[in-house]
């Protein structure tokens, strides 16, 4: 009976790519707008789709399992009248991405033109090596997705607190995990993130640590599995080679 339950979560967080493009923030509040200036979002045809955050002045990071054909950065309200429009010149997924199920759930979106830094936009900071975030961690997850399951998004970027769970814990409730995978928020508690914040941040003591890869069945108001954020630390040497290279 164990294999097969664990067989059907594994079958059900492989169908997230899907499911989970375009999510929100669940019992957060609006982000301070002195906050977060790294933040984007990934947008279809002018609409918001996933998030994502910004790492240099022409290269936005988010989920792989995200879609988009421009990035709008600068704006915490996505209405607003500031903010900053660019186009995606070329998209690079993990090499053997294939789905979330899977992992490498990450991708780095080239710009069309750089942006300028300054009091609207800042670069996310990176960990520099692997991460060692610690069980019950404080930390802090953004994004323009769902407030709750099946509500519209909003127009303000919102932000909770998140404590990272044991990866035990974690493996043990979901039966299986991809690899590279942080845990926070979702279980045990009322908080965490929602369809609509895919590919946006994992904060962790000023440094971005994870992003918004998957929750289980694009369903958000329970806390009966922990959410899923791909471990960026895993993934530093791509990341760098990317960032690095004139192409």
Not at 105 to 120: A, C, F, H, P, Y
Not at 133 to 160: I, S
Request: hydrophobic share 35%.
């Amino acid at each position: 009976m164990h294999g097969l339950h664990s067989f059907l979560l594994f079958y059900v967080l492989a169908c997230l790519g899907q499911q989970a493009l375009g999510s929100e923030i669940i019992n957060g509040n609006k982000a301070p707008e002195n906050t977060l200036l790294y933040m984007a979002s990934l947008q279809v045809n002018g609409r918001h789709n996933c998030g994502g955050f910004l790492v240099s002045k022409d290269f936005v990071m988010t989920a792989a399992h995200c879609d988009g054909n421009s990035v709008v950065l600068g704006a915490h309200n996505l209405r607003g009248n500031q903010k900053i429009v660019r186009g995606i010149a070329r998209k690079y997924r993990y090499p053997g991405y294939d789905s979330v199920g899977n992992g490498k759930d990450i991708m780095l979106l080239k710009l069309s033109k750089e942006v300028q830094l300054g009091n609207r936009m800042q670069l996310a900071k990176l960990p520099r090596s692997a991460v060692n975030v610690k069980d019950n961690q404080k930390c802090r997850v953004a994004g323009w997705g769902y407030t709750r399951t099946g509500n519209g998004a909003p127009n303000d970027l919102r932000m909770v607190d998140v404590s990272i769970i044991n990866q035990q814990v974690c493996r043990r409730r979901w039966g299986r995990l991809p690899a590279n995978i942080i845990c926070a928020g979702g279980y045990g508690t009322n908080k965490g993130f929602c369809q609509g914040d895919s590919g946006g941040p994992l904060e962790c003591n000023g440094i971005v640590v994870g992003i918004v890869s998957f929750n289980r069945n694009a369903i958000c108001d329970y806390p009966d599995f922990p959410n899923g954020y791909t471990d960026i630390s895993k993934y530093l040497p791509w990341i760098n080679q990317i960032l690095r290279s004139k192409d």
